[in-house]
């Protein structure tokens, strides 16, 4: 964990400026963080906005179609796989075929970017407590990081297991002594801080940009890591405040979560900006799920988290949500029908053809139907649950129609979420929160799924770096 220069992580900023905060000044009038002059920034609340800005685009990182978490949530899960694609072709498969080795790039790619968005996160956490801004925006820009920091630990931990806990800016000398923390207390960091920023967060309705974290996401997130950790009661006291709160719905109609008219809706607890555009921060998603080299429905298209037959026959046959949510094939440069099953919901159809690799679609990391069903999870209450299927026009569960396969309240949530929020980053998480990731991907993936290899390897690169760092059992 190398004290890394922040300037990197800037190229992109005047756009997410413009995103997060609807200001008309030019980027060019923010002064850059650099190590040049990082000793006197963090001064005034203009520097602060922008390192502020900064932070929240490390989003886009994190949640990359080609991050970690959407290589653990798709490709280890039963949702998605690969077939040709560009790139390190093997250490890809590898997750999808339970073949990992601490030398695996993405792996190393995972855990470094990961603490690499934990500094910027960590840096301007620190330079808040001896900053002289108002007391009012000090607490709210600490509120807002405290919950990135929260979110991308919760990844981390999630992925990895123990991992080294930083809670502050460290140069390398210092991160020898940080060896990996126990789980436990990863959680218990990860509900301390999304505990403050419930507290200090403005409601959706409330906030002043365009993408800011709210009370309602961290409130959403507190809930599904009290899930995680099997704490159904203070899941569901959590999840309760966001319903009762009145900030939330669902939209009348699932095709509208993926309408670019529609974007930052009120299902909408947090959502990743992007702007279309060769210099924006623009929406990669459709051209990097789009199939390996189609040059014909996106600038070429790379082939990830193509969709399985496990997935698609999930869906009860008359559910409108599948071909919402699923392509079946497409028309090549020849007019020849294709056929491949690969996401939909980041198709955005005014570059359909264009030849561009510039797409508008935001990410959504947390919606109201997921709290619903979280909720359900927690009190054991299939009414939550029937409010998705309501929407979806589907039979409810314990009513005339309710597929018998889905026989208890829990095997009904775990199909729910399966459908509801398929390839939107969440299917090995949940399989892992309840217990039947060894069951359900051992029968699914066709070999023994074991408990140690629901865990990534701690990166061997980083084991050579610091040699006390201990290997997570099977690698």
């Known amino acids: 964990m190398n004290t890394l220069r922040l300037t990197r992580y800037y190229a992109g900023i005047i756009f997410t400026s413009l995103i997060l905060w609807s200001c008309s000044e030019s980027f060019l009038e923010l002064s850059p963080i650099s190590n040049a002059n990082e000793a006197s920034y963090y001064k005034t609340e203009k520097d602060f906005e922008t390192a502020v800005v900064a932070a929240y685009a490390t989003l886009y990182t ?3 179609p ?21 790139g390190n072709v093997a250490d890809k498969q590898a997750f999808k ?4 080795f601490p030398a695996n790039t993405i792996v190393l790619q995972t855990w470094r970017s990961g603490y690499n968005s934990l500094l910027i996160v960590n840096t301007v956490i620190n330079k808040l407590q001896t900053s002289s801004i108002s007391e009012q925006l000090k607490t709210g820009y600490e509120a807002e990081m405290r919950f990135l920091r929260a979110l991308y630990y919760f990844n981390l931990v999630r992925m990895f297991g123990d991992i080294p ?24 960091f990860i509900i301390e801080d999304l505990k403050f920023a419930a507290d200090h967060l403005p409601l959706q309705s409330q906030v002043s940009r365009v993408g800011q974290a709210s009370k309602g996401a961290a409130q959403g997130l507190l809930g599904k890591v009290y899930l995680t950790v099997n704490n159904k009661n203070a899941a569901k006291d959590v999840l309760g405040q966001v319903i009762s709160s009145g900030e939330y719905e669902l939209l009348s109609d699932y095709a509208h979560l993926w309408d670019l008219a529609h974007e930052n809706s009120r299902e909408a607890l947090f959502e990743i900006q992007h702007v279309a555009g060769p210099t924006s921060p623009s929406s990669p998603y459709h051209e990097y799920f789009c199939p390996y080299n189609n040059m014909a429905i996106s600038g070429q298209g790379f082939g990830v988290n193509q969709v399985t037959e496990d997935l698609w026959n999930e869906f009860e046959p008359d559910d409108p949500r599948r071909d919402l949510s ?6 090549d440069k020849g007019g020849n029908w294709i056929e491949i099953k690969f996401p939909k919901k980041w198709w955005d159809p005014a570059w359909i053809n264009s030849g561009s690799y510039y797409f508008e679609n935001n990410f959504i990391v947390l919606r109201y139907a997921d709290v619903l069903l979280m909720y359900a999870e927690a009190a054991a209450d299939p009414v939550y649950l029937n409010m998705v299927r309501d929407r979806a026009g589907m039979p409810r569960y314990g009513e005339a129609g309710y597929p018998a396969r889905y026989s208890t309240l829990a095997l009904a949530i775990e199909h729910e979420r399966m459908v509801e929020l398929s390839l939107e980053f969440h299917r090995w998480f949940d399989l892992k929160r309840t217990g039947r990731a060894t069951t359900v991907l051992s029968a699914r993936k066709g070999k023994t799924i074991t408990e140690q290899m ?17 290997q997570n059992p099977g690698y």
Do not use: K
Request: net charge negative.
């Open 326 to 331: 699923i392509f079946t094939g497409y028309n």
């Open 97 to 100: 075929n339970y073949s990992l």
């Open 454 to 470: 629901l865990v990534l390897p701690v990166p061997q690169t980083e084991i050579d770096i610091n040699p006390a760092l201990i």
């Open 62 to 64: 994190e949640f990359a």
């Open 165 to 188: 806990l930083v809670d502050e800016p460290i140069v390398v000398s210092e991160s020898y002594s940080r060896l990996r923390s126990s789980v436990s207390g990863i959680y218990d």
């Open 66 to 86: 080609e991050s970690g978490i959407s290589y653990c949530s798709e490709q280890m899960s039963d949702e998605a796989t690969v077939y040709d694609m560009a």
